[in-house]
């Protein structure tokens, strides 16, 4: 959640595995468990995935995401 909030409220899931103590499995555990919740969503992008906190965060750490947020068919 800090490295979200760090990066503006959006990252790459890639970024997030990458953080010490994290594993691609883990992270992707993690952020099943997130979603769930409601407190982050994932966006596909290429071969990894845009991972962006939910309205109510933004909002409430005053956050404006600076990735694109790709398009839903």
């Not at 979200?4 to 790459?12: D, I, N």
């Not at 952020?31 to 991972?51: E, F, M, P, Q, W």
Request: glycine content about 4%.
């Amino acid at each position: 959640m800090q490295y979200l909030v760090e990066k503006h409220g959006q990252a790459f899931q890639a970024d997030i595995s990458k953080l010490h103590g994290m594993t691609r499995l883990k992270t992707h555990r993690l952020l099943i468990r997130l979603a769930d919740r409601k407190i982050v969503s994932t966006h596909s992008y290429g071969k990894t995935n845009i991972i962006t906190l939910s309205h109510t965060l933004l909002k409430a750490f005053n956050l404006n995401p600076t990735l694109k947020q790709p398009e839903t068919k």
